[in-house]
């Protein structure tokens, strides 16, 4: 089991590209999660996704959107990257919406 | 959204009691109480959580008093490995909220 995997590890970009955070969890969890970590401070909740085929915002999702593709896979994306969005992204799953949350080892994302 | 407090740091003797303390005043009763740690940059790790009563598993205990405004996660025997952030957290409704955590060092 490869538990949650996340695509690419490092990035950088240049102020007003886009791009697409990939995420995939292969252990049959309903529900999935993006968050942000800035330095010295926690993790922040971009959005979640309660179920396949739903989603649903959290404390900072402005400039972000996401897609709940199937039950494996959740992904973000930055349609138009701003320096303030540089930061470390983390994508979880877990069995019951709530529950035991299962993390990736995070996408460091630098906009230039 | 209930929101939690924990000291900034703390230090710990290797083989010692390790005792991180965490204020929720604002918990609602059905809310429960869970622990993650985040060693380095690697993603955080679930530790344990817990509704009312005190819980123990492989890791650690997880002490919830009785009024459920505050909780201490013990780890019984620190380890050099036990050195990272721990993260106390109250689920509300669907979000975990994180904080800023506890960067706990365990010191040889």
């Known amino acids: 089991n490869a538990g949650v995997t996340q695509t690419p590890k490092f990035q950088v970009l240049k102020t007003g590209q886009s791009m697409t955070l990939q995420c995939a969890q292969d252990?049959?969890?309903?529900?999935m999660y993006w968050y942000r970590q800035d330095p010295g401070m926690g993790l922040r909740l971009i959005y979640y996704?309660?179920?396949?085929?739903?989603?649903d915002k959290g404390e900072v999702p402005n400039g972000y959107n996401v897609s709940r593709l199937n039950k494996r896979e959740f992904s973000l994306r930055l349609e138009s990257a701003a320096p303030s969005q540089t930061s470390v992204y983390f994508c979880?799953?877990?069995?019951?919406?709530?529950?035991?949350?299962?993390f990736g080892q995070g996408t460091r994302l630098t906009v230039v | 959204d209930a929101k939690t407090t924990q000291p900034t740091s703390m230090d710990c003797a290797e083989g010692r009691a390790a005792n991180l303390p965490c204020n929720h005043s604002?918990?609602?009763?059905?809310?429960?109480v869970y622990w993650y740690r985040q060693i380095h940059s690697q993603g955080p790790q679930y530790i344990i959580h817990?509704?009312?009563n005190n819980e123990t598993n492989e890791m650690a205990s997880l002490i919830i008093t009785e009024d459920r405004k505050s909780s201490t996660l013990i780890l019984p025997h620190a380890t050099l490995r036990d050195t990272a952030v721990y993260y106390c957290?109250?689920?509300?409704?669907?979000?975990?909220?994180f904080g800023t955590g506890t960067s706990l060092t365990v010191i040889p």
């Open positions: 979880a799953s877990s069995d019951l919406l709530g529950g035991e949350a299962f």
């Open positions: 252990m049959n969890h309903n529900s």
């Open positions: 996704s309660a179920s396949e085929g739903t989603t």
């Open positions: 604002t918990i609602s009763g059905n809310e429960y």
């Open positions: 817990g509704l009312k």
């Open positions: 957290i109250v689920k509300s409704g669907n979000q975990f909220y």
